[in-house]
Every structure is written in C-alpha cells, then in structure tokens.
C-alpha cells in the first residue's frame, strides 16, 4: 500500500524557519496537503495543492513541491505553531493516506 | 458556519457492530464528497472510508474493507459509517471530514469526533 514518510520530530526555536518534509512516489503525480492538529482538537488544513493556503492560514506557513518530496515551511516560527502536522495525498483519485505525522516543538 | 457532528461512538465487545453518524450543517451537504478518518489514542491520522458527493464512489482502506459501509443520506444531511466485525485495533476517535468544493481542496472541514472503543 501507498505511504507518505515525515520525521517524527522537528524542534526549532521562536522566530526560526521550519521545514518539515513528506516523501511518497506518487507526490510528482498527485497533490499534497498538510493538516495541524493541536492537542485535544481536531486538525486543521493548512495547505492544499501543493503550497494553496486557505484563507485564514497566516502567511508564515507555505508549501513546495519537488519531485517525490513536499515540504511545510513555517517562517517565523511561534509558541503556537507546536502541534502534530500530518501531510496527505491521494494515489489515485479516490484512495487517501496519511503521513505518520511531526511533532514540532518549539523551544 | 459549517459544522459537523460526529455521533454513535460507543464500547462494543470485539466482533460486534457500531453505526457511526455525521450531521452537516451550514453548507449545501450534497455538492461535497466526504470522508471518515480515524485516530487511535496518542497515533497518527488514518484514512477510512471516501464517499463521494452523489454516493455513486466509494473507497475503503484496506484494514476496514469488507467490514464496513460508508454511506450518506443528501436529504437529511448525514453521513453514516456502518462498522461490523470491530477488532480491538478499531478503537479510535472516529472524525467526518469535508473535502472542499473542488477534489483537489482538501479535508477543509472537521467535526469534532466520536469515540470507538473495542474492548471485552
């Protein structure tokens, strides 16, 4: 079965830039997205299509794409932005996964 | 407001049977596809099932293929999940997700969940 890889952990420091990665061979095919999920509440989209942000979503967060690697880029990095990000894909137009999620810590 | 209402979460003994509902407001429930994704206590996020806005596509993940059925009902705005056989394995926290107008939006909406526990 299909598989998207993150790292577990990212620690970065307030103010510091962010980078977490995905990796999956159907990424250059299909689009990636990144969800936030504070404790105890229900997660977020905070990019679709690669690097579309919703409204609502700070500017600080964006998305990229290349070749089977997707990245979250959180610029500016606040106390609030600590949470799990799960990135997401399809492989094919109607089955879905799930990365097995980062935790960012900020320190 | 768009909100979804997870219910029908419950205890139920290892190869019983469970219903889960999602009741949509805010939004025109039958231009969405919809999806049920679960989260087993302290683990990651898992896809379950995708149906789609007409209930004409449907998808499973392989660990609950054969044991359950997705399903929604457009004129009462309810989503259902239809889980049977439950494994100790399906004890999670059961979320409906919207995806957006267009596939390619995304799961721009959550509800709260519900929780599945499986145990003797």
């Known amino acids: 079965s299909y598989e998207l890889t993150q790292p577990p952990s990212v620690s970065v420091s307030p103010g510091q830039t962010a980078r977490i990665t995905c990796s999956g061979d159907?990424?250059?095919?299909?689009?990636a997205y990144w969800y936030q999920q504070k404790p105890g509440q229900a997660p977020v989209l905070m990019i679709y299509?690669?690097?579309e942000r919703p409204s609502g979503i700070p500017e600080r967060f964006s998305g990229s794409s290349s070749g089977t690697t997707v990245t979250l880029t959180i610029s500016g990095v606040q106390a609030e932005d600590e949470a799990d990000y799960y990135c997401q894909s399809t492989d094919n137009s109607d089955t879905w996964v799930f990365g097995g999620g980062t935790k960012l810590t900020v320190l | 407001e768009v909100q979804l209402v997870e219910s029908g979460g419950d205890l139920v003994q290892p190869g019983g049977s469970l219903r889960l509902s999602c009741t949509a407001s805010g939004f025109t429930f039958s231009s969405h596809d919809m999806n049920w994704v679960r989260q087993a206590p302290g683990k990651g996020l898992e896809w379950v099932s995708y149906?789609?806005?007409?209930?004409?596509?449907?998808s499973y993940a392989d660990s609950v293929k054969g044991r359950c059925t997705i399903s929604r009902d457009n004129a009462k705005n309810s989503l259902y999940l239809q889980m049977n056989s439950l494994r100790a394995e399906d004890t999670a926290l059961y979320y409906c997700?919207?995806?957006?107008?267009?596939?390619?939006?995304?799961?721009?909406?959550w509800g709260q969940g519900t929780l599945v526990t499986v145990s003797s």
């Open positions: 997700a919207r995806v957006g107008v267009a596939f390619e939006n995304g799961l721009d909406y």
């Open positions: 159907a990424l250059p095919k299909q689009y």
């Open positions: 149906i789609s806005s007409s209930g004409r596509a449907i």
């Open positions: 299509k690669d690097s």
